[in-house]
């Protein structure tokens, strides 16, 4: 007979608890809600859990109630898996397009998000809690078994000066000499860190672009002949990076 592994649960929550069979899992009163009184679920029913650490496991509710739940972890459904050391880095936009674009570079395997102020940019706070919240409903709604780090917002001038000199900086351009991103991005050694950048709605001043593309770990990248909206360029870009450098070159989707 046929030997099967643990059953998936439709529901998948992100937990900062380390997980193995056997342990019990805390949630606090919001979390405890969402299981009562959203997805209407009662002790025993199945619940996956993720860390970003141990995997995914298949978990039961134990107790459900108004300020807490607790859950019993039965078994690992999906063992860690290594993912693409990618960074976004993206000057804010307004409103509901920030929450979008964090939602969707989570989709597409970014493992850092951070949010930076040019010279250009039109807003001038950033909620990263918002951001942070954005990007775990958007990994465990895709499978994904980790989430990114959300980064504190700061000036462009102190990300680039704290930037790894080891981690190449593929900055989207609006103008000046580029290399196709397709053609860039597949000359970057899979497994190797690296960051995007995409400037804000009205681009990148001239000479923080010129300055830029004077330092020796960044390459500027172009998307085209189009042109793009802010959150579109940076979506374009995490798209194409995949797409001929990232973990698209394993199509089987996630169970």
Not at 210 to 222: E, H, M, P, Q
Not at 223 to 236: E, Y
Not at 240 to 245: D, F, I, P
């Amino acid at each position: 007979m046929a030997e099967h592994g643990p059953a998936t649960a439709e529901t998948r929550l992100y937990v900062d608890d380390t997980l193995a069979t056997g342990t019990t899992v805390g949630l606090g009163p919001e979390r405890a809600h969402f299981l009562k009184h959203v997805l209407r679920l009662g002790s025993g029913a199945a619940v996956s859990l993720f860390n970003g650490r141990d995997g995914e496991f298949l978990a039961r509710i134990d107790a459900v109630g108004k300020n807490a739940a607790a859950l019993t972890v039965e078994a690992q459904i999906r063992p860690p898996a290594a993912e693409v050391d990618l960074w976004l880095v993206f000057a804010p936009i307004k409103f509901g397009r920030i929450d979008f674009l964090a939602q969707k570079a989570t989709e597409l395997g970014v493992s850092r998000l951070m949010p930076v102020f040019t010279r250009y940019t039109s807003v001038d706070r950033v909620n990263v809690e918002r951001l942070a919240a954005n990007a775990v409903e958007a990994a465990e709604q895709t499978q994904r078994l980790t989430v990114p780090l959300v980064a504190e917002a700061t000036s462009l001038d102190r990300a680039i000066g704290d930037w790894p000199r080891d981690r190449r900086l593929y900055v989207c351009a609006e103008f000046g000499t580029v290399q196709p991103a397709a053609t860039a991005f597949a000359a970057h050694g899979r497994g190797a860190p690296a960051g995007i950048l995409v400037g804000p709605e009205g681009g990148f001043e001239r000479s923080e672009l010129d300055a830029l593309t004077k330092l020796s770990f960044v390459t500027a990248v172009g998307l085209g002949p189009r042109v793009l909206r802010a959150d579109t360029a940076a979506l374009a870009a995490l798209a194409v990076w995949q797409a001929v450098a990232g973990d698209w070159i394993d199509s089987k989707p996630a169970k």
